[in-house]
């Protein structure tokens, strides 16, 4: 049985996720490429009755660790995945370590403009799935004389 995206389920935690309008964050280039940002979460976009659509893996971030800034022709989200304190050198040996911790960063650009102010948002079972209604052309018709 399909389920439509908007009726998914959603975590009780996702009523605290920041989303900032027409904001940039405050990284340079140069932080980016001096690899104080450690990794960027996957995503999947598309779009879906006249909305965008991104989801966004966030499997064990504290919604309190992310920030999403919006605007019509691109989103970017940036954060932090903090490794559980009880993974520390004193505690055990390392064998595997496959799953990224630290500063995340990603800007993805929009195919079409969106309406950033009426962006809405749930987390599901790690995913962070946002959505923009895309802005409506308008077709204006010229009237030869």
């Not at 800007?107 to 599901?124: A, G, S, T, W």
Request: charged letters at 25%.
């Amino acid at each position: 049985m399909k389920r439509s995206v908007k009726n998914m389920p959603q975590d009780e935690l996702s009523n605290g996720l920041t989303v900032l309008l027409d904001q940039e964050p405050d990284i340079d280039r140069n932080i980016l490429q001096s690899g104080f940002i450690q990794w960027q979460p996957y995503y999947d976009m598309y779009i879906l009755n006249d909305e965008v659509v991104v989801s966004l893996e966030i499997a064990g971030i504290d919604l309190k660790d992310v920030l999403i800034y919006a605007h019509k022709s691109h989103v970017t989200i940036t954060g932090t995945r903090r490794r559980p304190l009880q993974f520390t050198p004193e505690c055990c040996r390392f064998h595997t370590s496959e799953i990224p911790y630290g500063r995340f960063f990603r800007r993805i650009e929009f195919p079409v403009p969106v309406l950033p102010d009426k962006q809405r948002h749930n987390v599901y079972n790690g995913l962070l799935t946002l959505f923009f209604p895309v802005i409506q052309e308008r077709v204006i018709p010229i009237e030869d004389e």
